[in-house]
């Protein structure tokens, strides 16, 4: 029987990565130019134990809020045509992502199509009451001379509101996305080296679900001989015209 009507458009669930933000100028962790391969130190600066426990590293870590090249990154053609597919209608889209730099939801994606599983560098927050602020109140501070800046309410040590090495994910936001990639129809990995876990495992917990996989990378990852599809190359490149052939 046919009713008339087309069929309910397909879920695509994005798991994203440093590398769909290094066109926009971010830096990854481990791509060839990545921030790991230039200083093997930084590691540090996003590990909970050093960032509590040593406060050189929590006024680098400052410093390198202060000049992060996020806060005036623009989204790039690879983040805009996401952002297209989900305005086409075609699909659902959904992104999981594992960037902290907020430029998915800058490229028009809507706020509940994108889930952040290692938090934001645009907000921070209190390890001691887990007050949030604006980061951009904290960096105000920074730049009048502070350089490690407490919270004003209990006086505990203040940090970005990412997720670092050491800490556990929001189990909300987890197991929405966990419920996500149970559900989806296309389960597309762009742009991470599939090496953080939990983030790494939703790629085969999509494929044992029965989604079609398709891993986007400039290298391989160890969830490339699961996927249904491999698409080497610069994602700003590659991305636009593989997502547009999901449109049709
Ligand atoms: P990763 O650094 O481990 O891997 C990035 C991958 O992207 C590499 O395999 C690299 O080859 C590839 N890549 C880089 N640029 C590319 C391009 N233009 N085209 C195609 N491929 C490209 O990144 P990850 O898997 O996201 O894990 C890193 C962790 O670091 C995450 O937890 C994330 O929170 C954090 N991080 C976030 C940002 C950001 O928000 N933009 C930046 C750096 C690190
Ligand atoms: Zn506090």
């Not at 009713?3 to 309910?8: H, K, T």
């Not at 909970?48 to 806060?71: C, G, L, T, V």
């Not at 970005?160 to 989806?184: H, I, K, N, W, Y």
Request: hydrophobic share 40%.
């Amino acid at each position: 029987m046919n009713s008339g009507e087309s069929p309910p458009a397909p879920t695509v669930v994005v798991l994203s990565g440093a590398g769909l933000s290094t066109e926009s100028g971010i830096p990854d962790y481990r791509g060839p130019n990545g921030l790991w391969r230039r200083d093997p130190d930084a590691e540090k600066l996003v590990t909970y134990s050093f960032y509590m426990h040593d406060p050189e590293i929590r006024r680098r870590s400052w410093r390198m809020r202060r000049d992060n090249p996020a806060f005036r990154a623009r989204p790039n053609s690879g983040h805009e045509a996401l952002a297209r597919l989900e305005r086409s209608g075609a699909a659902r889209v959904r992104v999981i992502t594992q960037n902290v730099d907020g430029l998915h939801q800058l490229s028009g994606l809507p706020d509940d199509a994108v889930l952040e599983l290692h938090g934001s560098i645009r907000s921070v927050e209190c390890t001691g009451c887990g007050a949030r602020s604006a980061m951009a109140e904290a960096l105000a501070r920074v730049d009048a001379g502070e350089d490690d800046p407490d919270c004003r309410g209990c006086g505990s040590i203040l940090k970005s509101a990412t997720v670092m090495f050491g800490q556990s994910l929001d189990p909300d936001v987890l197991g929405e996305a966990v419920r996500l990639t149970q559900e989806c129809e296309v389960f597309l990995a762009v742009g991470t080296s599939l090496q953080v876990q939990p983030a790494a495992s939703l790629a085969g917990l999509a494929a044992r679900h029965g989604a079609r996989l398709i891993v986007v990378n400039a290298e391989p990852t160890p969830y490339d001989g699961l996927a249904d599809q491999v698409v080497r190359g610069s994602i700003g490149q590659v991305l636009p015209p593989l997502l547009d052939a999901l449109r049709r």
